[in-house]
């Protein structure tokens, strides 16, 4: 089993910038592609961004790019999540997740093994 917490969240203006955090515990795996969902209220989870293992393969949400950036810390087994240029509609609960093994990046909800609980991001206008 794999653990997720995330951190990091918060209320913060429109324009502003927050990071988020997700440390994994467990029977982590550097190897495995991990990334970023969130959902806001009355909405379906949707795809925010995602890392393979050695950060070589990156892929973002078209809603995010040039805003949002994904990295990893494979020796601190944290994954992050720099935001900047916040806007209202990245009000969300922002969740990471896992794959498991060798699995390349995906953008796929079902296709990730691991869950966190989430962090509520709040973006003011």
């Known amino acids: 089993q794999v653990q997720l917490v995330e951190s990091g969240g918060g209320l913060v203006h429109t324009g502003g910038s927050l990071r988020l955090s997700c440390a994994a515990s467990g029977r982590t795996k550097s190897s495995s592609a991990m990334g970023w969902f969130r959902q806001a209220p009355g909405k379906e989870r949707e795809f925010v961004a995602a890392?393979?293992?050695?950060?070589?393969?990156?892929i973002y949400a078209d809603s995010v790019k040039g805003r949002f950036t994904i990295s990893r810390d494979n020796a601190q087994n944290t994954l992050y999540l720099q935001m900047n240029s916040l806007k209202p509609e990245d009000t969300a609960v922002y969740y990471c997740?896992?794959?498991?093994?060798?699995?390349?990046?995906?953008?796929?909800?079902?296709?990730?093994?691991?869950w966190g609980q989430g962090t509520q991001v709040t973006v003011s206008s």
């Open positions: 997740a896992a794959r498991i093994g060798y699995a390349p990046v995906s953008s796929k909800s079902n296709e990730y093994n691991y």
């Open positions: 890392i393979n293992w050695r950060s070589i393969s990156t």
